[in-house]
């Protein structure tokens, strides 16, 4: 047992997916998985393993924000040997041609986050998808008749922030999308030389000021989850 996941070493596979949502983990787990075993509800931050296609593979709750994902992703790759750590969230759209429900494949994640340029002393650090987990993802996609966006994300430390047009300065750059949690990810498994990779469909347009519901971020993101777990499985 770690001091956040109330696992024993053996319970959690080598590959796990990571929703920030706990109730996520558990409709992956009841829809796509068989065999499942419940291993963590420490703080309600679920985690299950199960079989999908006859191979094991866990689903673990990350919490919302970078601290939150830092201390669940560490206790995996270090207390638990997790290997591979695929993260399958919610977003918002920045760019005009990214609609609601769109795939993005984040390839590397800016931040606006102190966590990283306190640990490099105020130089930046670029957080980066593993290469090998993003093309087998990228071409799951293709194979389900799905075009995934692939590029740079903004993992914001904040979703209520004060300038309404803040993301205005990372659309200009390019950056498709926000959500809070890649760039600590991709961070911390490059610190202990495991995979990472962040799959995120869109729930809101910062564009058009369109939203799902929370039922829908936390059931509906079929797409990827099917796309996480195929390329998981390619992971043995
Ligand atoms: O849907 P999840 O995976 O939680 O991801 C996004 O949703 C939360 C904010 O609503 C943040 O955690 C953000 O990264
Ligand atoms: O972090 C997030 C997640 C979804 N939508 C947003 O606007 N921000």
Redesign the pocket.
């Known amino acids: 047992m770690s001091v956040h996941i109330g696992a024993k070493k053996g319970d959690i596979a080598p590959t796990v997916l990571m929703p920030g949502d706990p109730l996520r983990a558990k409709f992956i787990a009841e829809n796509f998985l068989s065999d499942v075993v419940q291993y963590n509800q420490v703080r309600g931050m679920y985690g299950f393993t199960g079989t999908y296609k006859g191979h094991k593979v866990s689903v673990q709750g990350s919490g919302m924000g970078m601290p939150s994902i830092s201390i669940y992703a560490h206790e995996l790759i270090t207390e638990f040997e997790v290997r591979n750590v695929m993260r399958v969230g919610?977003?918002?759209s920045m760019q005009p041609h990214i609609k609601l429900r769109d795939i993005i494949i984040a390839m590397a994640a800016s931040t606006d986050s102190g966590i990283n340029s306190h640990v490099f002393k105020g130089m930046n650090y670029a957080p980066t998808a593993n290469f090998e987990l993003l093309q087998k993802a990228y071409e799951n996609a293709l194979k389900h008749n799905i075009t995934p966006q692939v590029g740079n994300i903004l993992s914001?430390d904040v979703?209520y922030g004060d300038d309404p047009d803040e993301w205005k300065r990372w659309a200009k750059y390019g950056v498709l999308a926000?959500?809070?949690e890649a760039a600590a990810l991709y961070s911390i498994a490059a610190k202990f030389r495991a995979k990472a990779l962040t799959i995120l469909t869109v729930?809101?347009s910062?564009v058009t000021g369109e939203e799902l519901s929370s039922i829908d971020r936390q059931e509906s993101f079929t797409d990827m989850m099917t796309i996480a777990l195929e390329t998981a499985i390619q992971m043995d």
């Open positions: 919610s977003c918002g914001s979703f926000v959500e809070m729930s809101d910062l």
